[in-house]
């Protein structure tokens, strides 16, 4: 294998306080990075960087890891684009707005699907993201919840199963039979196809007992949880995740004293999606509040054709800085070494020796210019798994 270095790196952050300025982001001014296959080998300072087969000169820009985007729904068909126009023209965002995608989810064959998700990650790669998990969830049938976890895991180990994003419409008048479906065929035709299960506990799809029911069903096949919570309202998701030891609580948008404590004295990574409230006027999940209470706090697109259809890891990290409450170092640490925790990944979201070498050179000096100018298209290169895919 031949090693490559970057140099002339104007500010690299690497997420390891030991390095650097000591900060969580363990910045390095004019730094390099040197890889070797698909790892880091070596950080520090451009000066002191050791012989390379190749030389990448930064020339002044800044570098940071790749972006982690930990929660998304890619697998899907169709267009919500009138539901969006309706939202903008005053009517309220409701869950029911998934069963038009699951219509066109299940009339779709499998290389459309599969073309779909291809044509997303491409997005979202250009724009950082070297990692990425996604959900089915828009099938609600046995054979279509399989049927998208197979084609989900033909890109990422980061598989969801998301049976449980609402009732089906076929279970419309039978919800207890859905969960039972839910837990037992689905759960064994997709448990061999995904790493994580996940459930909508919110008004409207899953309430505390179904969801508690749904997510323990799952970690005895040997699926980690992770859970949609306290999106819309108030809510039991939150206690549950850290219950029951999920990775992460998706949304945390509407939290009481309880649930901040929690997560604050929890291991469950409280993921924020700021691309839902953007794409729905709700209320900013307050980052703020979660970060003082000593939270872990994750940053994720929710990519999905309904309430965020976006696949920017930089908008979504601006729109945190701008109305969330968080700093400019805080978003990018959440939208990486963040995400990594909610994946419990040590291996990425950081630059340092025997991480994957996952990065990113910004055409800007500073990663504080992702929120400075946003909507820029600042990603210059990307490296995913040591080679450059951008």
């Known amino acids: 294998m031949t090693t490559t270095a970057v140099t002339h790196i104007a500010s690299l952050v690497t997420n390891d306080p030991s390095l650097g300025n000591g900060t969580p982001l363990g910045l390095i001014q004019d730094a390099a990075v040197v890889i070797d296959g698909d790892r880091i080998v070596w950080t520090g300072e451009s000066s002191k960087a ?17 972006f ?57 790669l250009r724009q950082g993201t070297t990692t990425f998990e996604t959900k089915s969830g828009y099938g609600l049938t046995v054979e279509d919840e399989a049927r998208a ?111 901040v404590d929690a997560l604050g004295q929890g ?8 691309g839902a409230e953007f794409s729905t006027r709700a209320t900013w999940p307050d980052a703020r509040r979660l970060l003082d209470a000593g939270a872990t706090v994750a940053l994720s697109t929710d990519c999905n054709p309904g309430s965020s259809f976006t696949s920017s890891m930089p908008f979504c990290v601006a729109l945190a800085v701008r109305d969330m409450g968080m700093t400019p170092d805080e978003a990018i640490w959440s939208a990486t070494a963040g995400g990594a925790a909610a994946l419990r990944r040590p291996d990425i979201g950081r630059i340092t020796p025997g991480a994957r070498a996952d990065l990113v050179l910004l055409d800007a000096p500073s990663h504080v210019h992702l929120a400075y100018r946003p909507g820029v298209p600042l990603v210059g290169a990307v490296w995913r798994s040591g080679q450059r895919v951008v």
């Open 50 to 66: 050791p012989a390379t087969d190749n030389v990448l000169d930064a020339a002044g820009r800044a570098v940071i890891p790749g």
């Open 68 to 124: 982690v985007d930990s929660h998304s729904h890619l697998v899907f068909a169709g267009d919500r684009t009138q539901e969006f126009n309706a939202r903008m023209s005053g009517q309220p965002y409701r869950a029911g707005g998934i069963r038009t995608t699951v219509a066109a989810t299940r009339a779709a064959s499998d290389e459309e699907l599969s073309a779909n998700v291809a044509r997303y990650l491409a997005e979202a």
């Open 267 to 274: 291991d469950t990574v409280a993921t924020l999606l700021p």
């Open 149 to 259: 976890l197979r084609i989900a895991a033909r890109h990422t180990d980061e598989v969801t199963y998301l049976g449980a994003h609402i009732v089906s419409p076929d279970y419309a008048d039978d919800p207890a039979g859905y969960v039972d479906l839910v837990t037992g065929p689905m759960l064994e035709a997709c448990a061999p196809h995904a790493r994580w299960i996940d459930v909508f506990c919110e008004q409207g799809a899953f309430d505390g007992d179904q969801a508690r029911a749904i997510l323990t069903a799952g970690r005895a096949k040997g699926l980690h949880p992770r859970i949609h919570a306290n999106q819309l309202t108030y809510g039991p998701g939150v206690q549950l995740a850290v219950e029951l030891d999920a990775a992460s609580a998706d949304h945390c948008t509407h939290l009481t004293d309880a649930d």
